[in-house]
């Protein structure tokens, strides 16, 4: 694909710097791998000099590197060049691909009683249940379950193998045996929302499970029943959510990161990778729970000593005692 | 939906005190957040000043209960609340949504040799092998996949994108390349098995993999090849449990926690969720191997003591003796 | 199924000693559980005193091992005893189901842009995208996505579930709302790699996402954009390795790790189940980072004492002053 930065700034928007909308473009790259016909983009002071020594025809730049990005060639000056670069993809695969298609693919399996808008797509092999709701301009890309009464906003976009609306895990104990608690709830999914490959999303038991506004969740991961998703939170892959566990507004869940159920998650709390939360977090801040990785023989030495920690604290204590008394003699 | 109390201790036994037979219940709600028109359940005495407070038309509560519950309106007496509760869900799903399915959708593509119960149900788009066995009123949702000669019980369900029989992980290592070791095995599963969204469980290389009589599998759980799962043990999502281990009895494994390979799990053994099992556990109990959740400061100061907690130990020794010393003279 | 042991030499070599071509095999079998009418291996010389005792009509074994297996009776002596298992159940798989099948399934949805090679066989249920292109001998078992563009080698397997070429999980943050980017790269996949039920692998955003050949991926891993996994690595289930590692050749991961973006691993590492990579490995080795498992009630007192570790530190640092200064007084 061929575009010219002329067409690039029109549509995008910013100010193309020394001219050059006649200059050709056809792969958008990283400042170390630009070739001569790339568009590139520092978002980060800190890699001026890979500028100097890029190889791109163009880089959008910060107003701050205008003068430096001039030195050098062509330039585009955008408020926040990453944003840029994002809008700058969505322009390019639409160049590419043209339209997203819209309608029910003939081999996804749709109850009469769903309601889709008629700008949503529903792909191949996809299958929606009884009463669902989809929103406008919705995409279900390929082999995705909407489970009966489940409602997707507007814009959303769901990729292969997702679960919306799976019964939560509940069960009673009646003498050793499980005794199944049918989830009467639904999935309530806003609008912007994108789910992951083969992320699973759980109905409610009594009430509904809910994910907000603007939520991206990567593939692989858990939301049991009865979650809350605040708007504009990130969840990244293998991560798991237990059931009513109510996530703020704003939130950053790491990779294969757990929370547990009921707990209470502050707007604006970043967990790092991995983690397991145990407890509510009131406070925004970033949070972990990571194990030191290490060779497995420095391992082995640690987790032995730690299987005795709390016998070292006493040790010490005693010994501060006794320098205490050896003090006073 | 609505229906009469009188419809609800018709169907589910109890005893309704105080009478009100005829009281109209249009919601199952909890305690807190119940209206005139629901009914909930007091499943722990903890709650008695919830109870008081609630809005319910009708509380079930235990033998105990029964004066405290009948002062504040009508109530169902019932040996295990709880339980009742779960049978009450499964009562209201009936009504609203009448009998489950029976029978093989037309998208289902269902190899002829399979042998499916009449009453069992194979939902859109699932693909069943050649030679599998279902048995009576078992329910696969949608988008299953059950691999050849897999056998499964009476009564269970199965959720959306399960696989079950999928080839175990095996291969044998010739000059730095990996042969492939073909899954002979098969899987066998129980009655009364829950399987949930994406769930994976594996042939075995030799023998078959083995799922018990009423073992609950939450959603993304991993079951490697030949490993057995003993009878009404629960494994919550995103857990796994490598090759050939064998997890006993009535035991549950939480969220995200993982068993290796070929360890033995003593029946009515509690994992907590995240912790990582890396020997066998022949004493029943609760353990638990996770890295305590704090701010990523104090994390970093205390991942670095960690790297030296064994040179800690010794240094600790040395003071124990240096101040032995310093008595003794 | 009946095999005599002859029709095994001649399939696959090894020396046949003592005679014996028309001893019938109906089963293979650990040295454990062997029938009168299993063959089974010898792997691991420490377990020789099994291969004494063990009832098989047959025990395939080292050079080294050949007299003490004769004396028992039929052996079969081949270089690599493991090495032979693996190629016998294929052999063994082969007697029992003939030849793999090949061609489209006609459930399966295939752009007409997709190149499949005619002996590669698309399973029930899969979806090709536009510009797909899959090798000579790879299968796709069913229920499995290959997004527009992607491409797969030779002799591949790929397991129910999986999905190859969602979107790589990536936004720009504008205001706190998250702009998409979109992934303009694809995924490549070298020969002989294998790829397990619901594994998910993302496309890259500019660049690939790549798998090299002879990589084994086992259930539930996740494999995030721009991703270079090197040749006959091994990534075990539920594991998952964020945006652009790089792993090397011939590593080994074990299941539920994670490896953080961005890192490279070098090649021939092993990663312990479930550790949690947070940092470039440049040395082979194996690498561990597991809190020990504890009953709950040992996990409780040293993970309080965990949380005081630097402040443990210090303690001893002083008591190493003090003891210092009572000395040389």
Known sequence: MIVQLGQIVDALGGELVGGGREIVISRISPLETAQADSISFLSNPRYATQMAASRAACVVVAPAMRELAAQRGAC????????????????????????????????????????????????PLCVVGAGVRIGAATVLRSRITVSDGCEIGERCLLHPGVVIGADG???????????????????????????????????????DTVIEDGVKLDNLVQIAHNVHVGAHSVIAGNAGVAGSARIGQGCSIGGAANILGHLTIADGTSISPTSMVTRSIRQPGLYTGIFPLQTNEQWEKNAASLKQLHVLRERIKKLESALEGAKQQ
Chains 1, 2, 3 share one sequence.
Request: aromatic letters at 10%; a negative charge.
């Open 76 to 123: 585009i000056v955008a408020a926040n060049p990453y944003v840029y670069f994002a809008k700058l993809t969505q322009f390019w695969k639409m160049q590419q691909q043209g339209m997203r298609p819209v309608g029910v693919h003939p081999s996804a399996v749709v109850d009469p009683t769903a309601e889709i808008a008629p700008d949503a797509y529903i792909g």
């Open 169 to 207: 895990f509940g069960f009673a104990n009646e003498a050793g045996q499980w005794i199944k608690i049918e989830q009467l709830g639904k999935v309530r999914i806003g609008n912007d929302v994108e789910i992951g490959a083969n992320t699973c999303i759980d109905r409610g038991a009594l009430d």
